[in-house]
Structures are given as structure tokens and as C-alpha cells.
């Protein structure tokens, strides 16, 4: 039997008929999460084609781009940005009315950002296929699932048939070896990976995360790294599933249950890419060499340690970008002046992200003028947090504690940043304008936007590991 990879093992368990020269592969798909703004087109497509959904069993929506994070007013009306968000909202409720899909709307307590609220259900499993309206559906590769981005025409087709046109990528294994340090966390590592690597790094491959540090990493954390993989270029993300990845799976409400969890445990145990395998490329990366990592520029590719020196620009499009960002060549990016701090979206906005900002803020103060946001990324996460009196960390120190929702990392929704504005943000685009018109973002891990709301400036979060008596 030929070795496979575990992108392999995956796609060949999917694929309804193979690629030819001429005509890409059928790709059948287990799960299809839908959110407001992506999918409106799509559904009336079939209503204009007289179309039904193939399996809205196999499909799962939420709010979270277009929705407001402050509470709804005493009158009940929810504080939209504008009529497009309202309608967009309004549109899915409609939609999954008609078409009978399961929508965790406004009196859900499931309700959460698309790629924080399906593995919280246990809807993301190990070996499947998964698609998404969302370039980050990468994600939920952390579980050893396909799980690719796709645009609107593609959620048509999905909804119509189950089944994607793709073409088989190339597989690409970025192994981490060793450990990761004390104070540097997951998104550390992952901005480091793609600033090594290039933000075209991974196009043409799905990436297969490996190594020892991988293993380490919690399922909360393996999420925010396969997350960013789309930010390398890279079709998907994924990580083998392992015991890490049964125990945060276990009793989740879309889980298997009784026999079929242990039949699907052992089905899941051969998801691991076979010795002798090949990769079409590798590369290894030493986690002892991390450092927190920030970004510098308009790409997430342009990530450097936060006290090494921001390189010279080397063409056109990279001055452009420090002119954009006001950074400055041979300085680092440790102590720039913060306007903003945005914890969430669905990189960092997990229970696990919250504490770690937490932790930092606990018994501190945010800087002086600087505004801080933090946005769980679920009801769910919200219930926890609150539960565990994280909220009243963030509060005490100044900061707003908002609603679950995409919030500033698409800033569609009202929370965004002004001109100018320098905003530490524990998302995942830095591009220009994502976070407001001509506001400047700065890719960092939840610890270090923390850090540097205290500080007013880009600040290593390693010298806030201690907390501070409240
Ligand atoms: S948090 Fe940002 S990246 Fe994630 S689903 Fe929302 S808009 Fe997309």
C-alpha cells in the first residue's frame, strides 16, 4: 500500500470523481458553515433556479460579520452600523427559515464567530471536509479536517450539490522542532512561520503543522496556527489529530456519543500521515528561535521578533507599505505608540486568548488614550469568561468588554479605528484599511496586545508575566 500524507488520506476518502487534465476533481463535503455575508447570493440563486439544498443536515449558520457587539437598546433594536448589516442579518434568518437550515441567530446560546462556534459544537471533526464563505476556514484543519475557503459562486454550488470542483494541491510540511519559550505562544509561532516562509509561501499546498511543538500545542492554539495558513498563500491547514484533539472533541454536543465515539476514535487514530510518506516540500523551523512577533507591514508575511530591527524595503511595494505603516527601516517595532488594542476574532478570541490577555491586565491599567476592545468569539466563550471573571479584569483596566462577533478584524460592523490609528490587533489581516480607512494594524498574540495597551507602545509581554495583586 502507498504511503499517503494525511492530506491525502483525507482527500482521497472525499473525492466522488478524480481530476483530468482537462477538469478539476469532485470533491464530496461533510460540513458547510454559512455567516451572513457570504451567502445571501448564493440562496437566491437556488430560489431563481428553483433549486432545494442537498443536505442542509450537513450545513450550520451563525452571525458574526455584520453584528453589532454593544447590547441591543431598551426598545430591543440592536445597534447596526447601517441598513446593509441589518439586512444581511434579516436575509439569513429568511434563508434558513425557507430552506431549513440550523442558524444559531440571536437566541442562540451557541452563537459565536463562524470558525470558534462549529468546533465548539463538535461539528468539526477529524477527516472531514469543510467549507466556509471565509478565507479562514483553514482553521479547522487543526483537527486533521479539509477545510478550505471558498467564495460565493462555490457556496451555490455547495449548497446545490455537497461537492466541490478543486484542484489537488501540492502537500507541503513545515515541522517545528524543539519548544516554543516561555511567554512566546502560538501566534508567535505562526506569524514567525509565515515571515519566514513569505506570504506566498504555501501557495499551491495544503500545510501539514509537525513536529514536537506542534504536539504541544493546546487545541486552542492549534486553531490560531492553522488559521493564519491561508495568510501564508496556502489552500489549507492541517494538524493530526492526536489525544489532544480526542479530549477537547469528547462530549461536545455534535460529537459522536457512546460506540460510534469510539469507533470514530479509532477511525480518526489512522488520520496520521504514514512513515515513508513524501511531501512535495519542507521546511523546518527551530521554536526555540521564536520570539513575540509582530507585524510590520500591510501583509502578514512582513512579521519580524518584536525587538529586531525592521527591514529596509526592498522593492516599490514594501516602502509603500513602510511609508503606510510609518515604520522606519533599522528600528524596531518594540515601542511604537499604540492608539488601539483589539483582542479576538477568529485567531485569538478563544477562553484560552482571554486569559492570556488577562493575565496581563490583571491589577494594571490600560495606557492613557489608548481605547482596548475585547470581543469572545462565542457565546460560549463569553458565558466562560464571565463565569471566571475575566470581563471584570478587562473593565477594571479600562478596556470594553463587547458582545461575541467578528468586530474589528473586518470592522464591517461599527468597531473600527480611525484614520491613522495604530491598532494592536490579535487578528489575522494587517492589510490597509481592514481595520477602519487608513488605520494601521499590528498583528500580535493576545499577551502582547495586552502588554502594549498597558504600556501605550509595542510592549514584550514577557515583562508583564507576573500579575499584579488587583
Ligand atoms: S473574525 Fe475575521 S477572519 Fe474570522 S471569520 Fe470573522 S471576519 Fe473572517
Not at 455575508?37 to 433549486?51: D, K, M
Not at 441567530?105 to 466556509?132: K, Y
Not at 478570541?349 to 468569539?377: Q, T
Request: hydrophobic fraction near 40%; glycine fraction near 10%; include cysteine.
Amino acid at each position: 500500500m502507498t504511503a499517503k500524507t494525511l492530506f491525502e488520506k483525507v482527500w482521497d476518502a472525499h473525492v466522488v470523481a478524480a481530476e483530468s487534465a482537462d477538469t478539476p476533481a469532485i470533491l464530496y463535503i461533510d460540513l458547510h458553515l454559512v455567516h451572513e455575508v457570504t451567502s445571501p447570493q448564493a440562496f437566491s440563486e437556488l430560489r431563481e433556479r428553483g433549486l432545494k439544498l442537498r443536505r442542509p443536515d450537513r450545513m450550520l449558520a451563525t452571525l458574526d460579520h455584520s453584528t453589532p457587539t454593544l447590547p441591543a437598546g431598551a426598545d430591543g433594536e440592536r445597534p447596526y452600523a447601517n441598513a446593509e448589516a441589518k439586512a444581511q442579518v434579516s436575509q439569513l434568518e429568511t434563508n434558513c427559515r425557507e430552506f431549513g437550515v440550523e442558524l444559531h441567530g440571536w437566541n442562540s446560546r451557541d452563537r459565536g464567530i463562524v470558525h470558534v462556534f462549529g468546533p465548539e459544537l463538535g461539528a468539526t471533526q477529524p477527516g472531514m471536509t469543510i467549507v466556509c464563505g471565509d478565507s479562514h476556514t483553514s482553521t479547522h484543519g487543526a483537527f486533521g479536517a479539509l477545510a478550505f475557503g471558498i467564495g460565493t459562486t462555490e457556496v451555490g454550488h455547495v449548497m446545490a450539490t455537497q461537492c466541490l470542483l478543486q484542484r489537488k494541491a501540492k502537500t507541503l510540511a513545515i515541522h517545528v522542532d524543539g519548544h516554543l519559550s516561555a511567554g512566546v505562544g502560538a501566534k508567535d509561532l505562526i506569524l514567525h512561520i509565515i515571515g519566514e516562509i513569505g506570504v506566498d509561501g504555501g501557495t499551491g499546498y495544503v500545510i501539514e503543522y509537525r513536529g514536537d511543538a506542534i504536539e504541544q500545542l493546546s487545541m486552542e492554539e492549534r486553531m490560531t496556527v492553522c488559521n493564519m495558513s491561508i495568510e501564508a498563500g496556502a489552500r489549507a491547514g492541517m494538524i493530526a489529530p492526536d489525544e489532544t484533539t480526542f479530549a477537547w472533541l469528547k462530549g461536545r454536543p455534535r460529537a459522536p456519543q457512546g460506540a460510534a465515539w469510539d469507533a470514530a476514535v479509532a477511525r480518526w487514530k489512522s488520520l496520521r500521515t504514514d512513515d515513508g510518506a513524501e511531501y512535495d516540500r519542507e521546511v523546518r523551523i527551530d521554536a526555540s528561535k521564536v520570539r513575540p512577533t509582530v507585524t510590520y507591514g500591510t501583509h502578514p508575511g512582513m512579521a519580524i521578533a518584536m525587538d529586531k530591527p525592521v527591514p529596509a524595503a526592498r522593492n516599490a511595494q514594501e516602502k509603500r507599505a513602510l511609508d503606510y505603516m510609518k515604520a522606519e527601516a533599522g528600528k524596531p517595532m518594540q515601542g511604537t505608540p499604540v492608539d488601539v488594542v483589539f483582542v479576538g476574532s477568529c485567531t485569538n478570541s478563544r477562553l484560552s486568548d482571554l486569559r492570556e490577555a488577562a493575565h496581563v491586565l490583571r491589577g494594571r491599567r490600560v495606557a492613557d488614550g489608548v481605547r482596548m476592545l475585547v470581543v469572545p468569539g462565542s457565546e460560549a466563550v463569553r458565558r466562560d469568561a464571565e463565569n471566571e471573571g475575566l470581563h471584570h479584569v478587562f473593565t477594571a483596566a479600562g478596556a470594553e468588554w463587547r458582545e461575541p462577533g467578528c468586530s474589528m478584524c473586518i470592522a464591517m460592523n461599527g468597531d473600527f479605528a480611525q484614520p491613522g490609528q495604530l491598532v494592536v490587533s490579535t487578528s489575522n489581516r494587517n492589510f490597509e484599511g481592514r481595520q477602519g480607512k487608513g488605520a494601521r494594524t499590528v498583528l500580535a498574540s493576545p499577551a502582547t496586545a495586552a502588554a502594549s495597551a498597558v504600556a501605550g507602545r509595542i510592549a514584550d509581554p514577557r515583562e508583564y508575566a507576573t500579575e499584579v495583586a488587583a
